[in-house]
T-cell receptor, first 113, second 114 residues
Framework: DAGVTQSPTHLIKTRGQQVTLRCSPKSGHDTVSWYQQALGQGPQFIFQ???????QRGNFPDRFSGHQFPNYSSELNVNALLLGDSALYLCASSVTGSDYGYTFGSGTRLTVV | AQSVTQPDIHITVSEGASLELRCNYSYGATPYLFWYVQSPGQGLQLLLK??????LVQGIKGFEAEFKRSQSSFNLRKPSVHWSDAAEYFC????????????FGQGTILTVHP
């Protein structure tokens, strides 16, 4: 059973550019959350998607946006990249209403130069 | 606002020794508590979770954690550490098990000496 799949695994972008990160949730999961993990820090919640709607959002600027598709997969978009956006971006999937908790992917390492 | 504090940034133990990683949380309601482990360059793997009931929770890889409401703590323990346990450990708190954000601590890096 495939877990959470994220692509790409690594990415290098230039300041000011835009980036799209992708996440396929674990089979049977309907909810996707995105986290940013800066070096040496714990993950910080960006937002969560359920039924193709943003259900909850953390303290991130509007440059961070997302989307969830009918097959439950999700994209994270970041516009006008800053050096401070360099981080590991983690996707987590879950089943709303269940007690199973969250399953995390291995992440996308974004480097902004 | 919810928050998690992991007071120890880095802990070193000898292989075979016991381990306790500390976690204190601040939360306005009944918390859902989690411990995750992260190997270098990898995602997070769930070790164990607490919702309610028995305050001593068993997890994978021989880990356990004890919820102490009076101390707002959820410390992770293992009686005998293996070299493969070297990794970074994160404590997290949430409102539900599968809805809404998790708030993570800053993490504790575990080094295991042979």
């Amino acid at each position: 059973d495939a877990g959470v799949t994220q692509s790409p695994t690594h990415l290098i972008k230039t300041r000011g550019q835009q980036v799209t990160l992708r996440c396929s949730p674990k089979s049977g999961h309907d909810t996707v959350s995105w986290y940013q993990q800066a070096l040496g820090q714990g993950p910080q919640f960006i937002f969560q998607y359920y039924e193709e709607e943003e259900r909850q959002r953390g303290n991130f600027p509007d440059r961070f946006s997302g989307h969830q598709f009918p097959n439950y997969s999700s994209e994270l978009n970041v516009n006008a990249l800053l050096l401070g956006d360099s981080a590991l971006y983690l996707c987590a999937s879950s089943v709303t209403g269940s007690d199973y908790g969250y399953t995390f992917g291995s992440g996308t390492r974004l480097t902004v130069v | 606002a919810q928050s998690v504090t992991q007071p120890d940034i880095h802990i070193t133990v000898s292989e075979g020794a016991s381990l306790e990683l500390r976690c204190n949380y601040s939360y306005g309601a009944t918390p859902y508590l989690f411990w995750y482990v992260q190997s270098p360059g990898q995602g997070l793997q769930l070790l164990l979770k607490y919702f309610s009931g028995d305050t001593l929770v068993q997890g994978i890889k021989g880990f356990e954690a004890e919820f102490k409401r009076s101390q707002s703590s959820f410390n992770l323990r293992k009686p005998s550490v293996h070299w493969s346990d070297a990794a970074e450990y994160f404590c997290a708190v949430g409102r539900l098990t599968s809805y809404g954000k998790l708030t993570f601590g800053q993490g504790t890096i575990l080094t295991v000496h042979p």
